[in-house]
Each structure stands twice: as C-alpha cells, then as structure tokens.
C-alpha cells in the first residue's frame, strides 16, 4: 500500500513538473496576447502594444498578497536606477476583483509607485498569461516576446530579475 502511494505521489509530482516546463517552453519567445486594460486612471491599454522602447517586466500582483507587494516595494527601491541603466519598464497588472479594484488605487497611489498599474478585474488578462497563483512576472524583450518568467518571492528575487534584464540589453 506504502509503494503505491509512493508511486502516486512521483508520478502526479512529474506531471506537474512537466506541465510547468511547458509552460516554460510555451513562453519562449511567446508575444504577449492581446487583451484591453485599463490603468488606475481609466485610460485604456492594449497588453500586445504597450510601446515601450526597451524591456518590459510585467508584475502581476493583488492588494490582498503580501509577498506581491513586497516584490513591487523591492523594485520600487531600485527601479530608478533600473531604468537609467537598461530603459526596463515595469507594469504592474492587478488581479483583484471588481469588488476590490479601488483598493488597487489607493494602494498604488499611496506608495507613489512610477509603475503602469493595469487593473485585470476579469482575469482575462490573468488566464491568457498562464497565471495561477501572484506573484508572477514575466520579462519581455523590446520586440515583446517573453524572455523570462517567474512565479512566487523571496527578498533577493529582484536581484536575480534585474541580472535577466540586463542581459536582456545586451542582446
């Protein structure tokens, strides 16, 4: 009984480890889909045209995660000098709900970020990326395809974030 558990346990455990280096592959010089946002100002976007020049994070976060709001406090700190070093842009896509977007206002505008917040009440945006769980960033490079990605946070991530979009520059 013990070896079949076992058996259960390794096999779910490589399944799941293979649909996520799919997702991996599947990523690899993927342009992002296109879907219409809107900004905490009303203005609209379109997520396969943000027309920035050079490489663009993407952070998707909620009010409610603290590790999410930490990871966005982190690149805060640094994002100045972030941008007069390689031109990155980060835009800062927001999954809470409809009941909770207005939290997203404040919360941003409180902490003064120079980030694009982009509200995604639908999850459309959400769904079409491949995101279950924030935070999750992915990294694009200045013809839009997704260069990197990664999901969850642990002081020094942005570090390691900061390391891809460098090289991202130099290519």
Known sequence: MKKYFLFTFLFFACISIFNAQSLLDSLDS???????LKDINGKEFNTANLGFKGPVVISFWATWCTPCKRE????????????????????????????????????????????????????DFRRSMGVNNVPHTFLLDAEGNIVYTHNNYAPGDEEHLYEEIKKVVKK
């Not at 993927?30 to 219409?36: D, G, N, Y």
């Not at 994002?79 to 709900?97: K, M």
């Open 30 to 36: 993927k342009k992002v889909p296109s879907v219409k």
């Open 72 to 123: 966005l406090m982190a690149i805060h700190e640094q994002y100045e000098e972030w941008q007069e070093e390689t031109g990155v842009t980060l835009v800062a896509v927001s999954i809470d709900d409809e009941k909770t977007k207005r939290d997203v206002i404040t919360y941003a505008n409180g902490k003064a970020w120079d980030y694009l917040v982009l509200l995604d009440p639908n999850g």
